[in-house]
């Protein structure tokens, strides 16, 4: 059974659409994560929720909307896409934070 | 200044030798440390963490914590062609926060 899980895998669309990734975890972990990789490998972190509760929100436009409607469930919802959101956008899932997280397999946007 | 700073490489090391990956790290509250290899269009995996000043083993892997000198290390012993990959380093301040990244190291094995 995949422990944390991603959907979809890959996304392509137009710019100015709204899109969303969806993300479960089966390890019953208190806390999840959104994080993007830019082109050059870099993770950023740009949300994180425990027990549906918002605790980061790091500086990312408006345009970008989490929702956790329980523990097991983080999904971002995306409007107005821009070309710069081009990114491969990870789902995490962490116990503690001390402990590490586990990750999602990815899900690659392209906006064109 | 970026907070974690590793060297993108890439570091191309022989079949068999000992890789060795280094990471500095600019904030002092730092408690914990953490080494995640990254396959090309892959999700990252954690292969080691470390906490205390010193040196933690497992398997060909070695990591190494100097806060004083606010700097990781991951030894590979042995190392193998499917060792190549980036190598992600992170740190993060306390239980309730988020790990910070480095930009990763590209390591190539070559036969």
């Known amino acids: 059974d995949t422990a944390v899980s991603q959907t979809p895998k890959y996304l392509v669309t137009q710019m100015g659409n709204d899109k969303s990734i969806k993300c479960e975890q089966n390890?019953?972990?208190?806390?999840m994560y959104w994080y993007k990789q830019d082109s050059k490998k870099f993770l950023k972190i740009m949300f994180s929720?425990?027990?549906?509760?918002?605790?980061i929100n790091e500086t990312v436009p408006n345009r970008f909307s989490p929702k956790s409607p329980d523990k097991a469930h983080l999904n971002l919802h995306i409007n107005s896409l821009e070309l710069g959101d081009s990114a491969v956008y990870f789902c995490?899932?962490?116990?503690?934070?001390?402990?590490?997280?586990?990750f999602g397999s990815g899900t690659r946007l392209t906006v064109v | 200044q970026k907070e974690v700073e590793q060297n993108s490489g890439p570091l191309s090391v022989p079949e068999g030798a000992i890789a060795s990956l280094n990471c500095t790290y600019s904030?002092?509250?730092?408690?914990?440390f953490f080494w995640y290899r990254q396959y090309s269009g892959k999700s990252p995996e954690l292969i080691m963490s470390?906490?205390?000043?010193g040196d933690k083993e497992d398997g060909r892997f070695t990591a190494q914590l100097n806060k004083a000198s606010q700097y990781v290390s991951l030894l590979i012993r042995d190392s193998q062609p499917s060792d190549s990959a980036t190598y992600l380093c992170?740190?993060?301040?306390?239980?309730?926060?988020?790990?910070?990244f480095g930009t990763g190291t590209r390591l190539q094995v070559t036969l």
């Open positions: 904030d002092r509250v730092s408690q914990s």
């Open positions: 929720y425990n027990n549906k509760e918002l605790i």
């Open positions: 995490a899932s962490s116990q503690v934070t001390s402990y590490g997280y586990t």
């Open positions: 390890l019953g972990h208190d806390t």
């Open positions: 470390i906490y205390s000043n």
């Open positions: 992170a740190s993060n301040t306390g239980t309730a926060s988020k790990l910070t």
